[in-house]
């Protein structure tokens, strides 16, 4: 799906919530391993605004339309999180942004490269990051798009359900963001499609690995994703389809080495 940017700039907005009749959690609250997911989803989506500015000094930050659709993309996600943190205080659990990002904020992307950034940042100018960047936030947004309507489907709640599937349609966005521009980018550039394969397929985790403990990212992937092993196919050849990924199977061996298969 390509990627209409000026459709994009014209009706980004902050996901809608106050239609949504939150008393209904009062009669309908979720249970604690939901609660666990939607916490983790909360956290994922605040983290955000901690490293947009780590990515708007790489290589990244010269290309306007990249610059552009991170300003509004982090602030979609933004909202997501205050969305998800009202659900959690109807459920007595208070999420306060400003301790979140106090936490996270001196992580940034070296979350996402883990310890062998230094090594393959060395070894990457220009457009190269480039690639790898928006290669690796398609797999992101891909994750966190099915993270959400597997949680939708799985509650099938009268109030939770359409607010995932609310932030899942403006997820999907970002997907074809981030997939647009990591084609233009990988096609007819071996060098580029060499580096993204390395980075993707020795680096790339779960969304929320690095800024939660093992075990939480264990336990919310096994939650929404055990016996799930054909939409995370689904999910690799989606990313299969980029220029020089065919062979990669990022989703299912990320998700083999939680032991989710």
């Known amino acids: 799906m390509a990627f209409d940017f000026d459709n994009y700039a014209e009706t980004s907005e902050a996901v809608r919530w106050s239609d949504l009749d939150f008393d209904v959690f009062d009669d309908m609250p979720l249970d604690r391993d939901t609660l666990r997911s939607v916490r983790y989803m909360c956290d994922v989506e605040y983290h955000t605004t901690c490293f947009v500015r780590e990515l708007l000094v790489t290589p990244s930050h010269r290309e306007d339309a990249t610059a552009a659709f991170m300003t509004m993309w982090n602030r979609e996600e933004f909202w997501h999180g205050e969305a998800l943190a009202a659900v959690l205080e109807k459920h007595g659990i208070h999420v306060d942004y400003d301790e979140v990002k106090a936490k996270r904020a001196s992580l940034g992307w070296k979350l996402a490269l883990g310890p062998a950034k230094q090594s393959i940042l060395a070894n990457m100018v220009g457009t190269d990051f480039v690639a790898v960047h928006m290669a690796w936030g398609a797999a992101n947004e891909l994750s966190a798009t099915a993270g959400y309507r597997r949680m939708s489907a799985m509650q099938d709640h009268p109030v939770l359900s359409p607010l995932l599937e609310r932030i899942a349609k403006q997820e999907t966005r970002h997907v074809a963001f981030y997939t647009t521009q990591a084609r233009e980018r990988l096609e007819g550039n071996s060098r580029a499609q060499s ?35 054909d939409e995370l196919d689904k999910l690799d050849k989606r990313v299969q389809k980029l220029p020089g990924l065919s062979e990669l199977r990022i989703f299912r061996n990320a998700f083999a080495g939680l032991g989710i298969e």
């Open 195 to 229: 580096f993204v394969r390395m980075a993707l397929g020795k680096l790339w985790k779960p969304v929320g690995s690095g800024m939660m403990d093992d075990a939480e990212v264990k336990h919310v992937m096994t939650h929404l994703f055990s016996d799930q092993t």
